[in-house]
C-alpha cells in the first residue's frame, strides 16, 4: 500500500529510500535510529514520543501531592515506587525520542515553555486520597489500552520503551484499584469518597484517548505508518467496556446515565463527552495547567547549579585524569 | 523560557548494558544522560533496574561507539550471503547414520 506523502521532501524523493521504507512497513520491520525515514515520519514520532514523555513526568505531580498523606506507611511506599516508576518511563521515552537527532534541552525546553503538550488529564487536582485510587485504576487502566498495541509500533526504539512501561503499568493500576477496594469496604463517608473521586476521574479518563475519530485528522497517515494502531474510538470503546464491569465490582457508578450494555452491539453505549471541555484543558485553562508548568520550572530552575556542579566536576576528574 | 534553562550544556549520553542473572550476555536496555561514569552507574541502576532486572551494568558513552552504516546492510553482511555450507543443514545425511 503507498500513501501520498504529505511532505514535499518525501514526495519528490518517491526514491529507492522511501520503497525499501514502505516495504519495510508492509512486512513488519521495525524503523531504527540510523535508517532512512520520510521527514515527516521523523517529526511525527519525535512531537508523540515527546507528549508522551512529557506526560509521565508532568503525571508525577497529581500523585506526588498525596505520598507525604498516604494513610500507611505500606501506602506511601508503594505510591512512591508508582511514582518513581512513572520518572522512569518518561526517561525511556526522552530517550527513545533523542534517537531520532533531537537534545533532550530542546525537549526540555519545549515543555517548560509551555509549547509542547502533554496529557490532558493531569491538569486536574488530586482532592482526596480516593483521587490516588482513581488514578491508579482509571488514569492508569487507560493507558495501559493506549500503550500496549504501541509496544508493536514501527519505531523501534519507542516499541522497545512501551514494552518496558506496558510491565510496570499493571503494578500501577492494581495498586489504585486496590485503594479503590478498600475504600469501598470501608465506612459510608469512605465509600463516598471513592464514588466522588469516580466521578471527578470519570469522563478525563474517557477523554485521554483523543478527539473523536470524525475530528482526528492526523490518524489516518499514523495508522499507515504504524505509530498508531487503532483508532481513538476504537480504544476508548475498549477502556469503557472493561471498566464498566469493575466499577459494578467496587459497587460504585459510573457518572454516565446512558451508560448501558447493548447485547447486539457487544459493546456497552455510553454519553456524549464534553469535547469542549477537553479542549478548553488542552489550550491552557484546566484547573492546574499553571499550577503543572510552575512545578516543572521550578524544579528545573532549582536544580540548575546540581546539574552545574556535577559536570564541573566530572570535568575537573577528566582533567586530572 | 526560564532563566538558567540553557545555561548548562545536557549530561553526555550513555548506553546502558545490563546482564540478568540467567547465563545471557549484556544486552542493551536504552540510554540515559549522566556526568560521569559513577552517575551514570547509579542512574542506570535507578532506571534500568527498579525489578531486580540486572546483576551486572556496564555503561558506555554513546559517543564512543561505532556502529555499522545501515545503507551499507547490504554490501557489508554480503560476505555472509552465499556461504550456505557454514550452515550442517546444507549437508544431507545418509539414512540411519547417528550422532552427526
Ligand atoms: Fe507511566
Ligand atoms: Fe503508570
Redesign the interface.
Known amino acids: 500500500m503507498y500513501t501520498q506523502m504529505v511532505d514535499v521532501e518525501a514526495a519528490g524523493a518517491a526514491s529507492d529510500e522511501q520503497r525499501r521504507f514502505d516495504e519495510k512497513l508492509d512486512r513488519g520491520v521495525t524503523i531504527e535510529p540510523k535508517d532512512w525515514m520520510p521527514e515527516a515520519y521523523r517529526k511525527t514520532l519525535v512531537r508523540q514520543i515527546s507528549q508522551h514523555a512529557h506526560s509521565e513526568i508532568v503525571g508525577m505531580l497529581p500523585e506526588g501531592n498525596w505520598i507525604t498523606r498516604a494513610p500507611s506507611l505500606e501506602r506511601k511506599l508503594i505510591l512512591l515506587a508508582k511514582v518513581q516508576d512513572e520518572a522512569g518511563h518518561g526517561l525511556y521515552l526522552y530517550s527513545a525520542a533523542e534517537t531520532l537527532g533531537v537534545a533532550r534541552d530542546e525537549l526540555t525546553e519545549a515543555l517548560l515553555s509551555g509549547r509542547a503538550k502533554y496529557s490532558s488529564i493531569f491538569n486536574y487536582p488530586t482532592l482526596t486520597w480516593a483521587d490516588v485510587g482513581a488514578i491508579g485504576w482509571l488514569v492508569d487502566g487507560a493507558a495501559i489500552i493506549n500503550q500496549i498495541p504501541l509496544t508493536r509500533c514501527s519505531y523501534g526504539p519507542y516499541a522497545r520503551a512501551m514494552t518496558r512501561i506496558c510491565k510496570e503499568e499493571s503494578f500501577h493500576q492494581r495498586q489504585g484499584f486496590d485503594v479503590m477496594v478498600k475504600l469501598c469496604a470501608g465506612t459510608a463517608p469512605q465509600k463516598a469518597m471513592a464514588q466522588d473521586a469516580l466521578d471527578r476521574w470519570w469522563w478525563p479518563a474517557v477523554m485521554m484517548f483523543g478527539p473523536p475519530d470524525s475530528a482526528s485528522p492526523n490518524s489516518e497517515q499514523s495508522m499507515h505508518w504504524k505509530i498508531k494502531l487503532f483508532s481513538n474510538d476504537e480504544l476508548r470503546q475498549r477502556f469503557i467496556d472493561q471498566t464498566a464491569p469493575q466499577a459494578d465490582a467496587l459497587g460504585l457508578v459510573i457518572p454516565d446515565c446512558e451508560l448501558r450494555w447493548n447485547e447486539a452491539r457487544g459493546h456497552y453505549d455510553f454519553g456524549a463527552v464534553d469535547w469542549d471541555e477537553f479542549y478548553r484543558v488542552v489550550r491552557g485553562d484546566g484547573p492546574c495547567n499553571r499550577d503543572r508548568l510552575r512545578a516543572r520550572v521550578d524544579a528545573w530552575e532549582e536544580g540548575a547549579w546540581v546539574r552545574e556542579a556535577a559536570l564541573a566536576h566530572a570535568e575537573k576528574r577528566t582533567r586530572r585524569a | ?11 553526555p ?1 550513555w548506553e546502558i548494558f545490563i546482564r540478568s542473572d540467567h547465563g545471557l550476555a549484556h544486552k542493551h ?5 549522566a ?2 561514569a559513577t ?1 551514570a552507574l547509579q542512574n542506570a541502576r ?2 534500568y533496574t ?2 531486580n532486572e540486572g546483576t551486572s551494568i556496564w555503561v558506555v558513552r554513546a559517543a564512543d561507539i561505532t ?1 555499522s ?3 551499507e546492510r547490504g554490501a557489508f553482511f554480503d560476505p555472509a550471503e552465499d556461504k550456505v555450507y557454514r550452515h550442517p543443514t546444507f549437508f544431507t545425511v545418509p539414512e540411519g547414520v547417528k550422532h552427526l
Open positions: 523560557m526560564p532563566k538558567n534553562a540553557r545555561a548548562v550544556r545536557d549530561w549520553l536496555v536504552g540510554s540515559l544522560h556526568a560521569d552517575m535507578d532506571v527498579r525489578r556502529a552504516v545501515p545503507a
